[in-house]
């Protein structure tokens, strides 16, 4: 972080953003400083906030858009379609420790994430079935080059009588 900043000259833009809970974000400005601002006190019904009361939406809507905060209500990074926050009311905030250097915050936030997108049990097989669909087809084409057996064992994590059963197949 830049330390003796020209504040009448520095325009703060924010470069990246992380949600965390609560209704906070963390926005990461072009002097390398990391912001904690709490939007709560913003989504109220009635205003421009109010989609963002539904945390998935807070969450997956957060982009960065006009080099500040802002939420892509409509899908397609137009920035007459978003809602977005002044920059340097967030850059007012004090500055914080950068949540992705902290490994618990990231293990939280990894099973948060895993928690809110569960897969069903068929969208689970139907996803394993296509991985190994195409992890065969991989080895099967490399099969078809003539490469080792080694080698495709390698490549795509299958064991020899897995290969060899392509082999026979093919």
């Known amino acids: 972080m830049i330390q003796e900043l020209d504040k009448s000259r520095f325009w703060p833009k924010v470069v990246q953003v992380i949600p965390a809970e ?22 109220k019904p009635g205003t421009v906030f109010e989609p963002l009361l539904d945390k998935t939406v807070f969450k997956s809507k957060l982009a960065v858009i006009n080099d500040t905060i802002a939420w892509d209500m409509g899908g397609q990074r137009d920035p007459r379609k978003c809602v977005d926050l002044d920059p340097f009311v967030i850059f007012e ?61 390698q490549y795509t994590g299958l064991a020899s009588e897995e290969i060899d059963k392509l082999n026979d197949a093919g």
């Open 22 to 43: 609560e209704y906070k974000v963390y926005a990461y400005f072009n002097d390398g400083s990391v912001r904690l601002f709490d939007v709560k006190p913003l989504i």
């Open 93 to 153: 905030q004090p500055a914080v420790s950068d949540p992705l250097c902290n490994e618990l915050w990231v293990a939280e936030n990894i099973i948060d994430y895993k928690r809110d997108n569960v897969m069903t049990s068929a969208e689970l097989r139907e996803m394993e079935y296509l991985d190994k669909k195409a992890t065969a087809e991989i080895a099967e084409t490399m099969l078809k080059a003539g490469e080792p057996k080694d080698k495709i064992m």
